[in-house]
């Protein structure tokens, strides 16, 4: 299924306005905020927002590629919401497998 690795992260500026509109925070820290609404699809995406101010170039990439990668190995797109990840400046800080064992936690344990 190497098709849908691409789909997750592809939203149009339609579907982003449904996103924010039924939106709920399900989660905040000093790291995230994960914003979870009933997915459009068949199956989750996942929208990552990055500000300038998180880091430079190569750090906010990297670390959507992480959370890209994340939501892909895990198959957290089989769970039906479409979620926006807002990371906050002290993500940068942490590690692969801490950003990991965060999402795992709270995305497989919400039940909307």
């Known amino acids: ?3 849908i690795a691409r789909q997750i992260t592809h939203f149009t500026k339609k579907e982003v ?6 939106a709920r925070r399900i989660f905040k ?3 995230f905020v994960i914003l979870a609404a009933p997915r459009q699809l068949l199956f989750g995406r996942v929208l990552i927002i990055t500000a300038k101010k998180v880091g430079n170039a190569p750090e906010r990439n990297k670390i959507r590629r992480q959370i890209k990668s994340i939501f892909y190995e895990e198959k957290l797109y089989q769970l039906p ?3 926006a990840i807002i990371v906050k ?3 940068i800080a942490l590690s692969f497998t801490e950003i990991k064992a965060l999402l795992i936690s709270i ?3 919400h039940k909307g």
């Open 89 to 91: 400046k002290s993500a």
């Open 1 to 3: 299924m190497p098709s």
């Open 29 to 31: 820290n000093d790291a």
């Open 81 to 83: 919401y479409d979620y």
């Open 107 to 109: 995305l497989m344990h």
């Open 17 to 22: 306005d449904y996103l924010f509109e039924h």
